[in-house]
């Protein structure tokens, strides 16, 4: 059974500074990519950024690129989320979600992911 811990969310000004961790397990993900998904109060799931498993090229939503950086680490099944320059409205829950590679759905859409974390809280003070 996949298992998706997502961890290092908290509280930080604006301009600031956050990495969120995403402990993966349960199976092989090497035809998987990984995603970021974030969860605003009222608002719809949204894409932030994912990463191919096998290779680690990434995607990004427009919003964050040149702020938030994707990596993975094959050996600790670990899938992490730089975030830097931090606003107030990246206020959030963030999410990781595993979804195959070739699909046929796309990237952004939760519907092309398949296993999610409970998520973590990221709040940016202004």
């Known amino acids: 059974q996949v298992q998706l811990v997502e961890s290092g969310g908290g509280l930080v000004q604006a301009g600031g500074s956050l990495r969120l961790s995403c402990a993966a397990s349960?199976?092989?993900?090497?035809?998987?990519?990984m995603a970021w998904f974030r969860q605003a109060p009222g608002k719809e799931r949204e894409f932030v950024a994912r990463?191919?498993?096998?290779?680690?090229?990434?995607y990004y939503a427009d919003f964050v690129k040149g702020r938030f950086t994707i990596s993975r680490d094959n050996a600790k099944n670990t899938v992490y989320l730089q975030m830097n320059s931090l606003k107030p409205e990246d206020t959030a829950v963030y999410y990781c979600?595993?979804?195959?590679?070739?699909?046929?759905?796309?990237?952004?859409?939760?519907?092309?992911?398949?296993?999610w974390g409970q998520g973590t809280q990221v709040t940016v003070s202004s």
């Open positions: 990463i191919r498993w096998s290779d680690g090229i990434p």
């Open positions: 979600a595993v979804g195959m590679i070739g699909s046929g759905l796309g990237f952004t859409p939760p519907s092309a992911y398949d296993y």
């Open positions: 349960g199976r092989t993900f090497s035809r998987y990519a």
